[in-house]
């Protein structure tokens, strides 16, 4: 259909007809038409884009589906139809790990390695797993290794207490934490030190709870320290790893939630629109069951803060990836993400620069600039002892400049 105001008018013979439009006034409307073009254009692209991010989604799924599938039943087949071996009375192993974890060996009829009462605790299955990780150790692979941990975690009883150690290896283990601690608030050598010296004692205490989360904690410093994506990605991966075993177990701590929702995070940065929308999921998930358990701690409302934060200022081909895969949407507004940045500095004032910005941010956004302007005072003040510090820092200046 043409536009009316482009149609030549009614004209008498010999006359030449002439537009309704004055020529400027054709001019713009020319370069409205071109702006609808090129709109359209990047439209069909976002569009095309999106379904190929789709495409990729889906045969992911049915990779990940068919791998766990294959998995499934390798495990049942190898459970189902043991290896036929001598059987042993012994209720000890010489394995590396169950020898430095489960302590002096427990022969009474009634309980088992880790100190909890069974039906049968001298099972021909825990016998034919302890032979099979005797045989094993001249082949360590990490699937060996995180095999070997499973089973570990299978001894740990319902209570959900670790298992228990000597009083030689607990005492070792509580300095060991101490250390771990010290080194993780220290700077850069002090994170790659640390790292190193939970790495050196995994065999020994790879059973604990307290151990697991704080090494799963240092592949998450590895990864802020490392600049290499493959890097990054490994550090992420195998610190999301060990938190997996041990959630199986722990569901009621609160730490290892944190940390698988940070790790979850970091693996998600290199990842596809629809890969990263997947993992904001699990992180809330998880961070809303860390806070259910620990109440009281900044850390995981700073963290929450920020996931809202991110939701609320999704963009375009973000909102319509997460409407076209899920059917209930993540919400989050800024009043959500403020409230979170102040319950922080209610449970600790100045717990980070950090924090501080994103109050002011907030406000800014809600068109508060009086009270924007006192926290990017108020986080002026604090110093920059982090990396994410020194970000803080050079948003700060760009808000100023502003």
Same mark, same amino acid.
């Given at each position: 259909?043409?536009?009316?105001?482009?149609?030549? @008018?009614?004209?008498?013979?010999?006359?030449?007809?002439? #537009?309704? !439009?004055?020529?400027?006034?054709?001019?713009?409307?020319?370069?409205?038409?071109? +702006?609808?073009?090129? %709109?359209? &254009?990047?439209?069909?692209?976002? &569009?095309?884009?999106?379904?190929?991010?789709?495409?990729?989604?889906?045969?992911?799924?049915?990779?990940? @589906?068919?791998?766990?599938?294959?998995?499934?039943?390798?495990?049942?087949?190898?459970?189902?139809? #043991?290896?036929?071996?001598?059987?042993?009375?012994?209720? /000890?192993?010489? =394995?590396?790990?169950?020898?430095?974890?489960?302590?002096?060996?427990?022969?009474?009829?009634?309980?088992?390695?880790?100190?909890?009462?069974?039906? %049968?605790?001298?099972?021909?299955?825990?016998?034919?797993?302890?032979?099979?990780?005797?045989?094993?150790?001249?082949?360590?692979? $990490?699937?060996?290794?995180?095999?070997? *941990?499973?089973?570990?975690?299978?001894?740990? #009883?319902?209570?959900? =207490?670790?298992?228990? !150690?000597?009083?030689?290896?607990?005492?070792?283990?509580?300095?060991?934490?101490?250390?771990?601690?010290?080194?993780? /608030?220290?700077?850069?050598?002090?994170?790659?030190?640390?790292?190193?010296?939970?790495?050196?004692?995994?065999?020994?205490?790879?059973?604990? *709870?307290? +151990?697991?989360?704080?090494?799963?904690?240092?592949? /998450?410093?590895?990864?802020?320290?490392?600049?290499?994506?493959?890097?990054?990605?490994?550090?992420?991966?195998?610190?999301?790893?060990?938190?997996?075993?041990?959630?199986?177990?722990?569901?009621?701590?609160?730490?290892?939630?944190?940390? +698988?929702?940070?790790? $979850?995070?970091?693996?998600?940065?290199?990842?596809?629109?629809?890969?990263?929308?997947?993992?904001?999921?699990?992180?809330?998930?998880?961070?809303?069951?860390?806070?259910?358990?620990?109440?009281?701690?900044?850390?995981?409302?700073?963290?929450?803060?920020?996931? $809202?934060?991110? @939701?609320?200022?999704?963009?375009?081909?973000?909102?319509?990836?997460?409407?076209?895969?899920?059917?209930?949407?993540?919400?989050?507004? @800024?009043?959500?993400?403020?409230?979170? +940045?102040?319950?922080?500095?209610?449970?600790?004032?100045?717990?980070?620069?950090?924090? *501080?910005?994103?109050?002011?941010? $907030?406000?800014?956004?809600?068109? %508060?600039? /009086?009270?924007? &302007?006192?926290?990017?005072?108020?986080?002026?003040?604090?110093?920059?002892?982090?990396?994410?510090?020194?970000?803080?820092?050079?948003?700060?200046?760009?808000?100023?400049? &502003?």
């Amino acid at each position: 259909a043409v536009p009316g105001a482009l149609l030549p @008018v009614d004209a008498d013979d010999g006359a030449v007809p002439s #537009p309704l !439009l004055r020529q400027d006034e054709q001019l713009e409307l020319l370069e409205r038409l071109d +702006f609808v073009v090129r %709109n359209i &254009v990047e439209l069909r692209k976002e &569009v095309e884009e999106l379904r190929n991010s789709l495409q990729h989604l889906a045969a992911e799924i049915v990779g990940e @589906v068919r791998t766990h599938l294959e998995e499934t039943q390798r495990v049942t087949r190898r459970r189902k139809f #043991p290896f036929s071996r001598d059987r042993s009375d012994s209720t /000890s192993s010489s =394995s590396i790990y169950f020898t430095a974890s489960s302590g002096n060996a427990n022969t009474d009829d009634g309980e088992s390695e880790g100190g909890y009462t069974t039906a %049968n605790a001298e099972s021909d299955y825990d016998r034919e797993s302890e032979r099979e990780s005797e045989e094993g150790e001249d082949e360590v692979s $990490c699937e060996t290794v995180r095999t070997v *941990r499973r089973d570990s975690l299978d001894l740990v #009883p319902e209570d959900e =207490s670790p298992l228990v !150690l000597d009083s030689s290896l607990e005492e070792g283990l509580g300095q060991l934490l101490e250390q771990a601690d010290r080194l993780h /608030s220290g700077d850069e050598q002090d994170k790659r030190e640390g790292f190193q010296l939970l790495l050196n004692n995994k065999l020994a205490y790879a059973g604990q *709870r307290e +151990f697991l989360w704080r090494l799963a904690r240092a592949h /998450s410093d590895m990864w802020e320290l490392t600049e290499d994506a493959d890097e990054r990605r490994s550090y992420a991966t195998g610190g999301k790893e060990e938190l997996e075993l041990a959630l199986q177990k722990w569901d009621q701590s609160a730490e290892c939630h944190q940390w +698988f929702a940070i790790l $979850c995070g970091q693996m998600s940065e290199y990842e596809s629109i629809p890969k990263r929308i997947q993992a904001g999921y699990v992180f809330k998930e998880h961070i809303d069951k860390a806070i259910a358990l620990k109440p009281q701690d900044p850390q995981l409302y700073y963290l929450l803060g920020r996931w $809202c934060y991110q @939701v609320a200022h999704l963009g375009w081909l973000e909102k319509r990836t997460v409407s076209a895969l899920f059917e209930a949407p993540p919400t989050a507004t @800024v009043q959500d993400a403020l409230q979170n +940045f102040l319950r922080v500095e209610e449970l600790s004032p100045g717990f980070s620069k950090a924090g *501080r910005v994103y109050i002011a941010k $907030c406000y800014r956004d809600l068109g %508060n600039a /009086s009270a924007a &302007v006192l926290w990017m005072d108020l986080a002026s003040e604090l110093p920059g002892n982090t990396k994410e510090d020194a970000e803080s820092e050079r948003e700060l200046e760009d808000m100023r400049s &502003v």
